[in-house]
């Protein structure tokens, strides 16, 4: 299963365990709201149930969204290390040839002056793939309203 195909898998399963936490979470407000402390630990402890359930079902889906991003990394540097030794050594060379000292002109020194002078640019979404992990206000609601 590739990677995008994994976390949308994860998002759907996080978004049904997010409703129904909040779901729960509202009957556990209405319970605590009708003053039936009877009706309360049941509801409580279902809502302790479905958030951990949510919890789980978000770090899986935050798992699936790291795996996404390591493996674009891993194809980035897959191109870099096809690509970029030929052209640093060629600078590198060319620079030497010119007669500029060899202080400074090594592939290294090259390598390193390009990523310093150049501006990183910033990688747009792609593939309805976000690049921070999800903040759920449920879970954080679930947290401070369980117990």
Known sequence: MSALKAYSTARNAF???????????????????????????D???????????????????EAARAQYWRARAAEAQKALREMAP?????????????????????PWDVARDCCLETPMPSIPDVDDMPQKPLISRV??????DVW
């Open 86 to 106: 030929s052209l640093i050594a060629e600078a590198s060379q060319c620079l030497i040839i010119s007669g500029l000292p060899l202080a400074g002109v090594s």
């Open 139 to 144: 879970l954080e609601r679930a947290e401070r």
């Open 43 to 61: 509801a409580r402890l279902k809502a302790s149930m479905l958030e951990e359930s949510a919890a789980t079902a978000w770090e899986a889906m």
């Open 15 to 41: 978004d049904t365990a997010e409703a129904r936490l909040a779901k729960q979470l509202d009957l556990l407000e209405a319970v605590r709201g009708s003053r039936k402390p009877d009706q309360v630990t």
